[in-house]
Protein backbone atom coordinates (compact mmCIF):
# COMPACT_ATOMS: atom_id res chain seq x y z
CA UNK A 1 0.00 0.00 0.00
CA UNK A 2 2.69 2.62 0.68
CA UNK A 3 4.25 1.80 -2.87
CA UNK A 4 0.94 2.08 -4.22
CA UNK A 5 0.77 5.36 -2.16
CA UNK A 6 4.34 6.59 -3.03
CA UNK A 7 3.74 5.74 -7.01
CA UNK A 8 0.65 8.13 -6.87
CA UNK A 9 2.35 10.78 -5.35
CA UNK A 10 5.03 10.71 -7.73
CA UNK A 11 3.03 11.07 -10.91
CA UNK A 12 2.92 14.77 -11.81
CA UNK A 13 -1.03 16.38 -11.99
CA UNK A 14 -1.16 17.20 -15.87
CA UNK A 15 -2.74 20.87 -16.34
CA UNK A 16 -5.83 21.27 -17.70
CA UNK A 17 -5.64 21.75 -21.01
CA UNK A 18 -7.31 25.40 -22.01
CA UNK A 19 -10.38 25.88 -23.31
CA UNK A 20 -10.69 25.71 -27.41
CA UNK A 21 -11.52 29.62 -28.50
CA UNK A 22 -15.18 30.47 -29.22
CA UNK A 23 -14.24 33.02 -31.48
CA UNK A 24 -11.16 33.37 -33.41
CA UNK A 25 -10.39 36.39 -36.06
CA UNK A 26 -7.13 36.00 -37.99
CA UNK A 27 -6.30 39.35 -40.16
CA UNK A 28 -9.70 40.85 -40.54
CA UNK A 29 -9.87 43.80 -42.95
CA UNK A 30 -13.02 45.87 -44.19
CA UNK A 31 -12.66 48.57 -46.44
CA UNK A 32 -15.53 50.69 -47.45
CA UNK A 33 -15.04 51.72 -51.42
CA UNK A 34 -15.23 54.98 -52.37
CA UNK A 35 -17.10 55.59 -55.84
CA UNK A 36 -16.86 58.64 -57.90
CA UNK A 37 -17.66 59.36 -61.51
CA UNK A 38 -21.07 58.48 -63.67
CA UNK A 39 -20.25 54.89 -63.67
CA UNK A 40 -19.03 54.75 -60.05
CA UNK A 41 -15.24 53.76 -60.13
CA UNK A 42 -13.81 52.67 -56.59
CA UNK A 43 -11.60 55.29 -56.93
CA UNK A 44 -9.78 54.79 -52.97
CA UNK A 45 -11.58 53.21 -49.90
CA UNK A 46 -12.05 53.61 -46.13
CA UNK A 47 -9.80 51.27 -44.11
CA UNK A 48 -12.16 50.82 -41.41
CA UNK A 49 -10.62 47.57 -40.15
CA UNK A 50 -7.32 46.99 -41.39
CA UNK A 51 -5.79 43.63 -40.48
CA UNK A 52 -7.45 42.35 -36.95
CA UNK A 53 -6.13 39.39 -34.93
CA UNK A 54 -7.72 38.34 -31.74
CA UNK A 55 -10.12 35.42 -29.58
CA UNK A 56 -12.45 35.18 -27.18
CA UNK A 57 -12.59 32.33 -25.06
CA UNK A 58 -15.79 30.81 -23.69
CA UNK A 59 -17.51 32.69 -20.72
CA UNK A 60 -14.55 35.87 -20.65
CA UNK A 61 -15.61 39.21 -21.55
CA UNK A 62 -13.44 41.16 -23.70
CA UNK A 63 -13.38 44.69 -24.22
CA UNK A 64 -12.64 46.88 -27.37
CA UNK A 65 -12.06 50.78 -26.39
CA UNK A 66 -11.06 53.31 -28.49
CA UNK A 67 -12.33 56.07 -30.39
CA UNK A 68 -14.52 57.21 -32.68
CA UNK A 69 -14.09 56.13 -35.90
CA UNK A 70 -11.18 53.42 -35.01
CA UNK A 71 -13.33 50.64 -36.32
CA UNK A 72 -15.18 49.12 -33.02
CA UNK A 73 -18.49 48.91 -34.23
CA UNK A 74 -17.51 47.51 -38.00
CA UNK A 75 -15.37 45.15 -36.31
CA UNK A 76 -18.51 44.27 -33.79
CA UNK A 77 -20.23 43.81 -37.22
CA UNK A 78 -18.32 41.92 -39.25
CA UNK A 79 -18.02 39.20 -36.43
CA UNK A 80 -21.30 38.78 -36.13
CA UNK A 81 -21.63 38.59 -40.36
CA UNK A 82 -23.90 41.71 -40.31
CA UNK A 83 -21.50 42.97 -42.70
CA UNK A 84 -19.50 40.73 -45.39
CA UNK A 85 -15.58 40.91 -44.48
CA UNK A 86 -13.16 41.74 -47.26
CA UNK A 87 -10.33 39.85 -46.03
CA UNK A 88 -9.20 37.71 -43.55
CA UNK A 89 -10.82 34.91 -41.52
CA UNK A 90 -14.01 34.43 -38.81
CA UNK A 91 -14.46 31.42 -37.18
CA UNK A 92 -16.93 30.24 -34.16
CA UNK A 93 -17.16 27.06 -32.62
CA UNK A 94 -14.08 26.01 -35.26
CA UNK A 95 -16.39 26.46 -37.94
CA UNK A 96 -15.19 28.82 -40.69
CA UNK A 97 -18.31 31.47 -40.91
CA UNK A 98 -16.00 34.42 -43.12
CA UNK A 99 -18.05 34.15 -46.52
CA UNK A 100 -20.79 31.92 -44.95
CA UNK A 101 -24.08 32.39 -47.60
CA UNK A 102 -27.39 33.89 -45.73
CA UNK A 103 -29.00 30.44 -46.05
CA UNK A 104 -26.26 28.68 -44.04
CA UNK A 105 -26.00 31.12 -41.37
CA UNK A 106 -29.04 31.66 -40.35
CA UNK A 107 -29.02 28.06 -38.27
CA UNK A 108 -26.01 30.59 -36.74
CA UNK A 109 -27.91 33.22 -35.87
CA UNK A 110 -29.43 31.59 -32.73
CA UNK A 111 -25.59 31.42 -31.01
CA UNK A 112 -24.50 34.70 -32.11
CA UNK A 113 -26.29 38.49 -31.26
CA UNK A 114 -25.75 41.47 -30.95
CA UNK A 115 -26.97 44.50 -28.86
CA UNK A 116 -27.05 47.96 -30.55
CA UNK A 117 -25.78 51.10 -29.61
CA UNK A 118 -29.31 53.06 -30.14
CA UNK A 119 -31.97 51.91 -28.04
CA UNK A 120 -34.27 54.23 -29.72
CA UNK A 121 -33.46 53.27 -33.61
CA UNK A 122 -33.24 49.47 -32.94
CA UNK A 123 -36.79 49.20 -32.01
CA UNK A 124 -39.68 49.05 -34.27
CA UNK A 125 -41.79 51.75 -33.50
CA UNK A 126 -45.22 49.69 -34.72
CA UNK A 127 -44.51 46.58 -32.85
CA UNK A 128 -45.21 46.12 -29.96
CA UNK A 129 -42.78 44.82 -27.01
CA UNK A 130 -44.62 41.26 -27.35
CA UNK A 131 -44.16 41.32 -30.88
CA UNK A 132 -40.13 43.14 -31.34
CA UNK A 133 -38.78 40.27 -28.30
CA UNK A 134 -40.76 37.40 -30.20
CA UNK A 135 -39.31 37.92 -33.65
CA UNK A 136 -36.51 35.37 -33.07
CA UNK A 137 -38.56 32.87 -32.70
CA UNK A 138 -40.93 33.52 -35.46
CA UNK A 139 -37.84 34.07 -37.51
CA UNK A 140 -36.32 30.45 -36.33
CA UNK A 141 -39.34 28.49 -36.31
CA UNK A 142 -38.70 27.96 -32.64
CA UNK A 143 -41.83 26.82 -30.51
CA UNK A 144 -40.79 26.95 -26.41
CA UNK A 145 -42.25 25.77 -23.88
CA UNK A 146 -45.27 26.86 -22.48
CA UNK A 147 -45.78 29.36 -25.35
CA UNK A 148 -44.23 31.94 -27.34
CA UNK A 149 -45.97 35.02 -24.90
CA UNK A 150 -44.64 33.04 -21.99
CA UNK A 151 -41.17 32.79 -22.78
CA UNK A 152 -41.46 36.65 -23.92
CA UNK A 153 -42.98 37.83 -20.47
CA UNK A 154 -40.25 35.85 -18.45
CA UNK A 155 -37.61 37.56 -20.98
CA UNK A 156 -38.59 40.57 -19.52
CA UNK A 157 -38.97 39.69 -15.86
CA UNK A 158 -35.41 38.70 -16.68
CA UNK A 159 -34.04 41.82 -17.80
CA UNK A 160 -36.40 43.80 -14.98
CA UNK A 161 -39.01 44.86 -17.16
CA UNK A 162 -43.21 44.29 -16.16
CA UNK A 163 -44.34 41.24 -17.63
CA UNK A 164 -47.67 43.51 -17.90
CA UNK A 165 -46.43 45.47 -20.45
CA UNK A 166 -46.39 42.65 -23.12
CA UNK A 167 -48.55 44.86 -25.48
CA UNK A 168 -47.01 48.35 -24.95
CA UNK A 169 -45.06 50.21 -27.73
CA UNK A 170 -41.38 51.31 -27.32
CA UNK A 171 -42.48 55.11 -27.44
CA UNK A 172 -44.05 54.39 -23.61
CA UNK A 173 -40.55 53.41 -22.16
CA UNK A 174 -37.21 55.11 -21.59
CA UNK A 175 -34.04 54.69 -22.99
CA UNK A 176 -32.91 52.26 -20.38
CA UNK A 177 -36.01 50.68 -20.53
CA UNK A 178 -35.58 50.50 -24.32
CA UNK A 179 -32.20 49.12 -23.90
CA UNK A 180 -32.99 46.06 -21.67
CA UNK A 181 -35.88 45.15 -24.23
CA UNK A 182 -32.94 45.26 -27.22
CA UNK A 183 -31.27 43.00 -24.22
CA UNK A 184 -34.17 40.18 -24.00
CA UNK A 185 -34.79 40.37 -27.84
CA UNK A 186 -30.81 39.76 -28.17
CA UNK A 187 -31.20 36.54 -24.92
CA UNK A 188 -34.67 35.14 -26.51
CA UNK A 189 -32.38 32.38 -27.86
CA UNK A 190 -30.20 31.46 -25.66
CA UNK A 191 -26.89 32.61 -27.64
CA UNK A 192 -23.51 31.84 -26.97
CA UNK A 193 -21.89 34.85 -27.84
CA UNK A 194 -23.37 38.30 -27.31
CA UNK A 195 -21.78 41.27 -29.30
CA UNK A 196 -22.61 44.40 -27.21
CA UNK A 197 -22.27 47.97 -29.19
CA UNK A 198 -21.21 50.52 -26.90
CA UNK A 199 -24.29 48.95 -25.36
CA UNK A 200 -24.66 51.83 -22.47
CA UNK A 201 -23.25 54.95 -23.91
CA UNK A 202 -26.98 56.42 -24.78
CA UNK A 203 -28.20 56.02 -21.70
CA UNK A 204 -27.72 58.61 -18.49
CA UNK A 205 -25.53 57.89 -16.20
CA UNK A 206 -27.77 56.93 -13.44
CA UNK A 207 -28.97 54.27 -16.13
CA UNK A 208 -25.78 53.45 -16.62
CA UNK A 209 -24.75 51.06 -13.81
CA UNK A 210 -27.99 49.04 -13.71
CA UNK A 211 -27.36 47.82 -17.14
CA UNK A 212 -24.23 47.27 -16.76
CA UNK A 213 -24.95 45.34 -13.64
CA UNK A 214 -27.37 43.35 -15.57
CA UNK A 215 -25.37 42.32 -18.14
CA UNK A 216 -22.76 41.21 -15.61
CA UNK A 217 -25.88 39.33 -13.85
CA UNK A 218 -26.82 37.54 -16.82
CA UNK A 219 -23.61 36.41 -17.86
CA UNK A 220 -22.81 34.58 -14.44
CA UNK A 221 -26.88 32.93 -14.72
CA UNK A 222 -26.58 31.54 -18.08
CA UNK A 223 -23.46 31.52 -19.33
CA UNK A 224 -22.46 33.89 -21.79
CA UNK A 225 -19.63 34.93 -23.49
CA UNK A 226 -19.32 39.10 -24.37
CA UNK A 227 -17.49 41.14 -26.73
CA UNK A 228 -18.37 44.44 -25.12
CA UNK A 229 -17.27 47.65 -27.35
CA UNK A 230 -17.46 51.23 -25.83
CA UNK A 231 -15.55 54.29 -25.67
CA UNK A 232 -15.94 54.61 -21.70
CA UNK A 233 -12.51 53.07 -19.70
CA UNK A 234 -14.65 52.83 -16.39
CA UNK A 235 -17.10 50.67 -17.71
CA UNK A 236 -14.63 48.26 -19.71
CA UNK A 237 -12.71 48.36 -17.04
CA UNK A 238 -16.12 46.90 -14.52
CA UNK A 239 -17.13 43.96 -16.90
CA UNK A 240 -14.08 42.98 -18.76
CA UNK A 241 -11.52 40.54 -18.33
CA UNK A 242 -9.42 40.97 -20.96
CA UNK A 243 -9.32 44.75 -23.08
CA UNK A 244 -8.22 45.44 -26.62
CA UNK A 245 -7.46 49.04 -27.93
CA UNK A 246 -7.99 49.90 -31.00
CA UNK A 247 -6.67 52.73 -33.53
CA UNK A 248 -7.17 53.47 -36.79
CA UNK A 249 -8.45 50.13 -37.84
CA UNK A 250 -5.78 48.50 -35.68
CA UNK A 251 -5.14 46.60 -32.27
CA UNK A 252 -2.69 48.65 -30.49
CA UNK A 253 -2.80 46.82 -27.09
CA UNK A 254 -4.37 43.51 -26.11
CA UNK A 255 -4.54 42.54 -22.04
CA UNK A 256 -5.53 41.33 -19.05
CA UNK A 257 -7.78 43.84 -17.25
CA UNK A 258 -5.18 44.68 -14.44
CA UNK A 259 -2.06 44.67 -16.52
CA UNK A 260 -3.42 47.35 -18.72
CA UNK A 261 -4.46 49.55 -16.19
CA UNK A 262 -1.59 49.08 -14.20
CA UNK A 263 0.93 49.24 -16.13
CA UNK A 264 0.04 50.54 -20.52
CA UNK A 265 2.60 49.75 -22.46
CA UNK A 266 1.25 51.65 -25.86
CA UNK A 267 1.77 55.49 -25.76
CA UNK A 268 -1.76 55.80 -26.88
CA UNK A 269 -2.96 53.44 -24.17
CA UNK A 270 -1.32 55.56 -21.73
CA UNK A 271 -2.69 58.98 -23.00
CA UNK A 272 -6.29 57.60 -22.99
CA UNK A 273 -5.73 56.32 -19.45
CA UNK A 274 -4.34 59.80 -18.25
CA UNK A 275 -7.82 61.25 -19.85
CA UNK A 276 -9.85 59.59 -17.38
CA UNK A 277 -11.03 61.64 -15.15
CA UNK A 278 -10.59 61.65 -11.37
CA UNK A 279 -14.09 62.63 -8.99
CA UNK A 280 -11.92 63.31 -5.93
CA UNK A 281 -12.15 67.15 -4.78
CA UNK A 282 -9.09 65.73 -2.53
CA UNK A 283 -6.72 65.28 -5.57
CA UNK A 284 -7.47 69.04 -7.13
CA UNK A 285 -4.55 71.33 -7.26
CA UNK A 286 -2.43 68.16 -7.21
CA UNK A 287 0.09 67.68 -9.99
CA UNK A 288 -1.61 66.05 -12.88
CA UNK A 289 -0.20 63.60 -15.04
CA UNK A 290 -2.58 64.43 -18.06
CA UNK A 291 -1.41 63.79 -21.53
CA UNK A 292 -3.02 66.12 -24.64
CA UNK A 293 -2.10 64.63 -27.90
CA UNK A 294 -1.82 67.65 -30.37
CA UNK A 295 -2.43 66.85 -33.98
CA UNK A 296 -5.63 65.24 -35.74
CA UNK A 297 -6.37 61.73 -36.49
CA UNK A 298 -5.26 60.77 -39.64
CA UNK A 299 -7.98 59.86 -42.09
CA UNK A 300 -8.46 56.18 -42.66
CA UNK A 301 -8.50 56.76 -46.25
CA UNK A 302 -4.93 56.86 -46.25
CA UNK A 303 -3.13 55.87 -42.88
CA UNK A 304 0.29 56.71 -42.02
CA UNK A 305 3.21 54.00 -43.26
CA UNK A 306 4.78 52.25 -40.57
CA UNK A 307 3.26 53.68 -37.00
CA UNK A 308 -0.63 54.61 -37.08
CA UNK A 309 0.25 56.39 -34.01
CA UNK A 310 4.16 57.97 -34.84
CA UNK A 311 2.27 61.11 -36.41
CA UNK A 312 0.97 62.21 -32.56
CA UNK A 313 3.48 59.86 -30.35
CA UNK A 314 6.26 61.62 -28.29
CA UNK A 315 8.24 58.57 -28.55
CA UNK A 316 8.31 58.14 -32.49
CA UNK A 317 11.78 57.35 -34.08
CA UNK A 318 12.58 56.84 -38.07
CA UNK A 319 11.59 53.62 -38.07
CA UNK A 320 8.13 53.68 -36.70
CA UNK A 321 7.60 56.17 -39.55
CA UNK A 322 8.43 53.15 -41.81
CA UNK A 323 8.15 49.61 -40.08
CA UNK A 324 4.62 49.12 -39.02
CA UNK A 325 5.32 47.43 -35.42
CA UNK A 326 3.93 43.97 -34.62
CA UNK A 327 1.43 42.88 -31.92
CA UNK A 328 3.88 40.91 -30.17
CA UNK A 329 3.79 39.64 -26.77
CA UNK A 330 5.92 41.40 -24.28
CA UNK A 331 4.58 40.19 -20.68
CA UNK A 332 2.59 37.10 -19.80
CA UNK A 333 -0.73 37.99 -21.43
CA UNK A 334 0.10 41.71 -22.57
CA UNK A 335 0.26 42.13 -26.61
CA UNK A 336 1.64 45.54 -27.87
CA UNK A 337 2.31 46.78 -30.97
CA UNK A 338 4.99 49.76 -30.53
CA UNK A 339 8.93 50.04 -31.57
CA UNK A 340 9.25 51.98 -27.69
CA UNK A 341 6.61 50.37 -25.26
CA UNK A 342 6.55 51.86 -21.94
CA UNK A 343 7.79 49.78 -18.68
CA UNK A 344 9.69 47.69 -21.07
CA UNK A 345 12.79 47.66 -23.39
CA UNK A 346 12.37 48.91 -27.33
CA UNK A 347 11.70 46.25 -29.83
CA UNK A 348 13.95 47.79 -32.02
CA UNK A 349 17.23 48.72 -29.86
CA UNK A 350 19.66 50.97 -30.98
CA UNK A 351 16.87 53.66 -31.84
CA UNK A 352 17.27 56.61 -29.88
CA UNK A 353 14.14 59.17 -28.91
CA UNK A 354 14.95 62.49 -29.80
CA UNK A 355 15.35 64.64 -26.71
CA UNK A 356 12.37 67.09 -27.64
CA UNK A 357 10.18 64.14 -27.54
CA UNK A 358 8.22 65.21 -25.00
CA UNK A 359 7.57 68.81 -27.26
CA UNK A 360 5.10 66.72 -28.95
CA UNK A 361 2.62 66.54 -25.78
CA UNK A 362 1.49 69.03 -23.29
CA UNK A 363 1.48 67.70 -19.58
CA UNK A 364 -1.17 69.70 -17.88
CA UNK A 365 0.57 71.25 -14.85
CA UNK A 366 -0.06 72.69 -11.40
CA UNK A 367 -1.73 75.89 -12.50
CA UNK A 368 -3.66 74.16 -14.75
CA UNK A 369 -5.30 72.30 -12.40
CA UNK A 370 -5.55 75.00 -9.73
CA UNK A 371 -8.87 75.10 -8.54
CA UNK A 372 -11.22 78.07 -7.91
CA UNK A 373 -10.15 79.03 -4.33
CA UNK A 374 -6.18 78.15 -4.86
CA UNK A 375 -5.99 81.17 -7.72
CA UNK A 376 -8.38 83.21 -5.09
CA UNK A 377 -5.89 82.44 -2.37
CA UNK A 378 -3.11 82.93 -5.20
CA UNK A 379 -4.53 86.32 -6.25
CA UNK A 380 -5.14 87.52 -2.67
CA UNK A 381 -1.25 86.59 -1.71
CA UNK A 382 -0.47 88.49 -5.07
CA UNK A 383 -1.79 91.80 -3.87
CA UNK A 384 -0.23 91.60 -0.40
CA UNK A 385 2.84 91.67 -2.10
CA UNK A 386 2.12 94.68 -4.48
CA UNK A 387 0.66 96.77 -1.59
CA UNK A 388 4.02 96.14 0.66
CA UNK A 389 6.04 99.16 1.09
CA UNK A 390 9.14 97.62 0.87
CA UNK A 391 8.71 96.17 -2.75
CA UNK A 392 8.17 98.41 -5.38
CA UNK A 393 5.95 97.25 -8.50
CA UNK A 394 8.95 97.58 -10.83
CA UNK A 395 10.93 94.99 -8.49
CA UNK A 396 7.55 93.09 -8.52
CA UNK A 397 6.72 92.52 -11.38
CA UNK A 398 10.43 90.82 -12.71
CA UNK A 399 10.50 88.50 -10.06
CA UNK A 400 6.98 86.82 -11.43
CA UNK A 401 8.73 86.50 -14.93
CA UNK A 402 11.69 84.99 -13.74
CA UNK A 403 9.59 82.35 -11.49
CA UNK A 404 7.03 81.87 -14.52
CA UNK A 405 10.00 80.72 -16.91
CA UNK A 406 11.86 78.81 -13.75
CA UNK A 407 8.76 76.68 -13.48
CA UNK A 408 8.45 75.89 -17.61
CA UNK A 409 5.28 77.19 -17.43
CA UNK A 410 3.62 78.66 -20.86
CA UNK A 411 3.16 82.22 -22.21
CA UNK A 412 0.41 84.09 -20.18
CA UNK A 413 -1.64 83.79 -23.29
CA UNK A 414 -1.28 80.17 -23.48
CA UNK A 415 -2.31 79.74 -20.29
CA UNK A 416 -6.08 80.23 -20.61
CA UNK A 417 -6.22 77.84 -23.59
CA UNK A 418 -4.42 74.90 -21.98
CA UNK A 419 -6.09 75.54 -18.63
CA UNK A 420 -9.56 75.37 -21.10
CA UNK A 421 -8.04 71.70 -23.05
CA UNK A 422 -7.52 70.53 -19.67
CA UNK A 423 -11.38 70.98 -18.43
CA UNK A 424 -12.79 70.20 -21.71
CA UNK A 425 -10.18 67.93 -23.73
CA UNK A 426 -10.91 66.94 -27.43
CA UNK A 427 -12.48 63.67 -29.00
CA UNK A 428 -8.93 62.38 -29.48
CA UNK A 429 -7.68 62.71 -26.02
CA UNK A 430 -10.41 62.15 -23.93
CA UNK A 431 -11.96 59.39 -26.20
CA UNK A 432 -12.47 56.92 -23.62
CA UNK A 433 -15.11 59.41 -22.24
CA UNK A 434 -16.37 61.27 -25.25
CA UNK A 435 -19.25 63.57 -24.95
CA UNK A 436 -21.02 61.82 -22.01
CA UNK A 437 -20.33 60.51 -19.31
CA UNK A 438 -16.76 61.61 -18.15
CA UNK A 439 -17.79 65.36 -19.02
CA UNK A 440 -21.14 64.94 -16.34
CA UNK A 441 -18.58 63.48 -13.93
CA UNK A 442 -16.45 66.61 -14.19
CA UNK A 443 -19.21 69.05 -14.24
CA UNK A 444 -20.51 67.16 -10.69
CA UNK A 445 -16.69 67.60 -9.15
CA UNK A 446 -15.77 71.33 -10.44
CA UNK A 447 -19.36 72.30 -8.54
Not at 129 to 135: E, L, Y
Not at 139 to 156: A, D, H, I, N, S
Request: include cysteine.
Amino acid sequence: MSEKKSAEKAIPKQPEASPEPLLKVEGLVKHFPIKKGLLGRATSAVKAVDGLSFDVRPGETLGVVGESGCGKSTMGRLITRLLEPTGGKVEFEGQDITHMSAGKIRPLRRDVQMIFQDPYGSLNPRHTIGGIVSTPFRLQGVTPEGGVKKEVQRLMELVGLNPEHYNRYPHEFSGGQRQRIGIARALALNPKLVVADEPVSALDVSIQAQVVNLLDDLQQELGLTYVIIAHDLSVIRHVSDRIAVMYLGKIVELADRKSLYAAPMHPYTKALMSAVPVPDPKRRGMKSDRILLKGDVPSPISPPSGCRFHTRCWKATEICKTQEPPLLELKPGQQVACHHPENAPDQAPGQSVPAQARESIEVATPVEATTADESAEAGAVAAEVVETPDAPKAAVEPEASDAAEASDVPETSDVPKASAASKKPDAVAASAGEDGPDDTVQESTDK
